[in-house]
T-cell receptor, first 113, second 112 residues
Framework: DGGITQSPKYLFRKEGQNVTLSCEQNLNHDAMYWYRQDPGQGLRLIYYSQIVNDFQKGDIAEGYSVSREKKESFPLTVTSAQKNPTAFYLC????????????FGPGTRLTVL | QQPVQSPQAVILREGEDAVINCSSSKALYSVHWYRQKHGEAPVFLMILLKGGEQKGHEKISASFNEKKQQSSLYLTASQLSYSGTYFCGTNAGGTSYGKLTFGQGTILTVHP
């Protein structure tokens, strides 16, 4: 089955540690995205990539970094510079075309202690 | 700038109808609608393009008023499964490759 996987589902880290969230897709989509969701709020774009080896900052990129070395993979690193990293992180991908709808992975809930 | 959704919350009984609105201050290429259950990923419902084309769920309808930059999602004969938070995502980028900006969400609760 085609889809987007994120791992792990829950992640706990100590303050000051960097942590990397995994996102893999087998939909053959060119574009991938990372969003952050805080309780009771909408999704905010962190980074996005429209093609391998290229990515752009979204609205809240400070304290985060990404790489896009393979079409299927778009890992997100939450660095110690991110002031309030505890949140629900969602990865999405889209295949282009007239509509270019985005499909989301199951999410990773990160808690920094 | 974030689109504004209204109402913030709706409570229905099964079989009742609801309308959720999404307004933007920018000229839009498209409006995307998603439903999210608690702790889960958003699920795609509809996309509406300027010019009138749309793609989406059979049982859900929506409209896009280009003059007002406003979209409305119509939920008719609601079912328990319709409960969740509804988000609109707006694309003001001029093509389908523009990034989405999401509203704050509308919480829909359907009771038996």
């Amino acid at each position: 089955d085609g889809g987007i996987t994120q791992s792990p589902k829950y992640l706990f880290r100590k303050e000051g540690q960097n942590v990397t969230l995994s996102c893999e897709q087998n939909l053959n989509h060119d574009a991938m995205y990372w969003y952050r969701q805080d309780p009771g709020q909408g999704l905010r774009l962190i980074y996005y990539s429209q093609i391998v080896n290229d990515f752009q900052k979204g609205d809240i990129a400070e304290g985060y970094s990404v790489s896009r070395e393979k079409k299927e993979s778009f890992p997100l690193t939450v660095t110690s510079a991110q002031k309030n990293p505890t949140a629900f992180y969602l990865c999405a991908s889209s295949g282009g075309g007239l509509y270019n709808e985005q499909f989301f992975g199951p999410g990773t809930r990160l808690t920094v202690l | 700038q974030q689109p504004v959704q209204s109402p913030q919350a709706v409570i229905l009984r099964e079989g009742e109808d609801a309308v959720i609105n999404c307004s933007s201050s920018k000229a839009l290429y498209s409006v995307h609608w998603y439903r999210q259950k608690h702790g889960e990923a958003p699920v795609f419902l509809m996309i509406l393009l300027k010019g009138g084309e749309q793609k989406g769920h059979e049982k859900i309808s929506a409209s896009f008023n280009e003059k007002k930059q406003q979209s409305s999602l119509y939920l008719t004969a609601s079912q328990l499964s319709y409960s969740g938070t509804y988000f609109c995502g707006t694309n003001a980028g001029g093509t389908s490759y523009g990034k989405l900006t999401f509203g704050q969400g509308t919480i829909l609760t359907v009771h038996p």
